[in-house]
Every structure is written in C-alpha cells, then in structure tokens.
C-alpha cells in the first residue's frame, strides 16, 4: 500500500470512530472507552425542604424527583409552587427532573383519584382532565418525568427480617404462602382481570399521552410490586405473572417516545426465578426501545413469591452488571434508590440512603472508567 493510500485509510476510520462507527483494529495496547456513562445519581425522598435539599446537596445527589407540588382543590397542581420547588433545588444546584403523579402505589382504598383503575365513567373523567393539567404545570415548570402507577392492590408485603449480620438491618419480605394464609380480603374492585387491567390503562393513557406529546414530559409507569400469581386477592396485576411479557405489553402499547417506564430493578427481579440472570434481557430490551425514562436500584434476595429487600451490595443482583448494562443501552436518567432497609434507630432511613448515594455514585464512576 503506498503510504498516500494508508494515510488516508488511517483518515477514514479516525473520523469513523468519531462518527460512532466501526474502526479498524486498535493498535497493540490501546485501551478503547466503552460507551459514555449518562446516568446520574437520583432521588424520590424528602421533597424540596431546605433541609432535604442540604442533605442531597452534601451527599452529590443533584437530580431529584421532588414529590408533587400543591394541589388547588378541583384544579389541580399550583404552578406557583411549582416553580417555587424549582428555585429552591437551583439555589443547590439540584435539578428538578421528575415530579410523582397522584397514580401511587398506595393501592385502590386510599388513592386520590380511585375511579381511573376501577374503570368508572363519568367520574373517571373528570379525575383524568385534573392530570391533563397537571402535565401541563409540569411542562412549564420544566419537569422531564412524570412517575406514576396503575394499581389496584397496594405494594404487597408480609412481614420483616433481621439481618444480624447487618447490625440487625430489618429488610421488608414478602412470601406468598405467607400471604395466604394472612387471608387478606378483596379490594372494592372485586375481580378484575389483566385485560381489563389494560383496557383501564390505555384509556388513561389514550387521553394522556397527547397532552405529554404537547409538553414534552415523559409518562414513567412503575409495575406493580411486587408481581403475584393470577388472581390473587381478585385481581391479575397487568405485570404477572409473566412479568417480561407484561412489560412488553405496556411499552408496545404506544409507539411514543413519552411512554415508558419507572424501572423499577428491584420490583422487576421479584416476579423473576433467577434475577441475578433474567434482568439483563430485560434492560437490553426495554433499554433499546428506548423507554426506560427512571431507574429504582433496589435488591433483593430471593425472587418470584418470595424475596426480602436488601442492601444495594448483598443481594442476588450484581449491580455492577446492571450499571453497566444500563450504559450500554444508553441510559440517560436519574439512578435512584427507593427502598431502603430499616433499623429501629430514628436517623436509620437517612443513614440507608447515604449509604445507597454513595453505593450508587461509585458504579456511575466504576463503568465510567470501563475499557475494552
């Protein structure tokens, strides 16, 4: 090869790395970055206090999902306050990313807008147009995700676990046997099935996607948690008990770069037989469609009708694999911790969570420095 025709062979496949494209071979040696880390370290807890927002401050967390502003009775949230918590995160130098949408986990009993999941028209309506204009609120305040759920029964747990090895943390355990034999009754729903569950969903979804279109805020929806088997007090949660086929088909019910998910690692891996494994499919799958617009980095230890919520370090899952895999689909949003172990000590919640920021701050930085 003549060194004009090398050189600019050499040229070619420069400016092909620097497109994103394939290089040719690197030289003997050479250490070659993985893909860039977009991830951020995030949070749901505390609000926008001066005193949570200090304790955010001081531990690196500078993205927040800061709750919910002020709801004005039959109008919804108050963009005043809205974009009051805006300024006090910026006095920090914290991002204001996400709000949580009155759509909790809380369960059917005790949520604000009930008649959406029970599938009651008109009333349903009218608690609908009160979301349209808190998306609204949420554009101008400059929000970039709402997080939400479509539940009837409530976060689902059956009792606790002492870990002596960890200074007598208390995980929160769910067992299905368990669960049965506590006898539980129906909620006011009765029996709803997963289709029915779906029909409920996209004719929320039908009626909110375009308003979140028009204002640029991403819809986040967090499973249910965790998944159970068909039936189970009444209802088949649209998540189970398949839960990789029930995400599948929330994200292909819309084809929308606003609809998506809070991915909730930790829920996820509690209707999986072996976590540490199936999650990675799941994050491939999701990650490159695209819809993964919130993390939850939460472990467990167990999986499917029986687990306990660990310590970010001594669950089944390698959180390691998980962050790198989320690099590798591009993730590009808040990594949070939500639950957290427990102690009976008053200060144990905020000793847990600095634990996690910082847990979750060192994966960020490990596969930031990934090479080939």
């Known amino acids: 090869m003549k ?15 620097a497109l994103g494209q394939p290089n040719t071979t690197p030289a003997e040696g050479q250490r070659v970055p993985k893909k860039p880390v977009r991830m951020v370290v995030g949070c749901q807890a505390g609000g926008t206090t001066i005193e949570n927002l200090e304790f955010k401050a001081r531990h690196g967390v500078f993205n927040l999902d800061g709750g919910s502003p002020k709801t004005i009775p039959g109008k919804g949230w108050d963009l005043t306050d809205s974009l009051a918590k805006r300024e006090a995160c910026e006095k920090y130098g914290i991002a204001l990313d996400a ?4 759509l909790t986990s809380a369960g059917i009993d005790k949520v604000e807008y009930p008649n959406i999941m029970l599938g009651k028209s008109p009333e349903r309506d009218r608690e609908i147009e009160l ?3 808190m998306i609204q609120v949420a554009g101008k305040t400059g929000i970039k995700v709402l997080n939400y759920n479509t539940t009837i029964l409530p976060v689902l747990r059956t009792g606790k676990t002492v870990d002596p090895k960890r200074g007598n943390a208390i ?4 067992n299905y046997e368990e669960a049965l034999r506590q006898n539980h009754p129906k909620t006011i729903a009765g029996d709803v099935s997963i289709d029915q569950m779906f029909e409920r969903i996209t004719y929320l979804l039908d009626r909110l996607l375009p308003v979140a279109a028009e204002y640029k805020v991403k819809l986040a929806n967090h499973i249910a948690d965790p998944p159970t088997p068909v039936g189970y007090r009444g209802i088949t949660r649209w ?5 990789f086929a029930g995400i599948k088909r929330f994200a292909q019910l819309y084809n929308s770069p606003w609809h998506g998910f809070n991915f909730c690692i930790g829920s996820i891996a509690e209707g999986l037989k072996d976590p540490k494994t199936e999650i ?3 994050i491939k799958w999701v990650g490159e469609r695209n819809q993964i617009f919130n ?3 939460r472990n467990i230890k167990g999986g499917w009708n029986n687990f306990m919520e660990v310590y970010p370090d001594n669950g089944d899952m390698n959180f390691l694999h998980v962050v790198r895999a989320l690099r590798d689909v591009g993730y590009a949003g808040m990594v949070m911790p939500d639950h957290v172990p427990h102690h009976a000590l008053k200060e144990a919640d905020l000793q847990a969570f600095s634990f996690a920021y910082g847990y979750i701050k060192a994966l960020l930085q490990s596969v930031a420095d990934d090479v080939a």
């Open 3 to 17: 060194r004009s025709q090398f050189l600019k062979t050499v040229a070619v496949g420069s400016a092909g790395t």
């Open 99 to 102: 709000y949580h949408f009155p």
């Open 131 to 133: 979301l349209q204009q």
């Open 171 to 174: 995980y929160s355990t769910w």
């Open 239 to 243: 998540n189970s008990p398949d839960v």
């Open 280 to 282: 990675m499919p799941i």
């Open 295 to 297: 993390v939850h980095l």
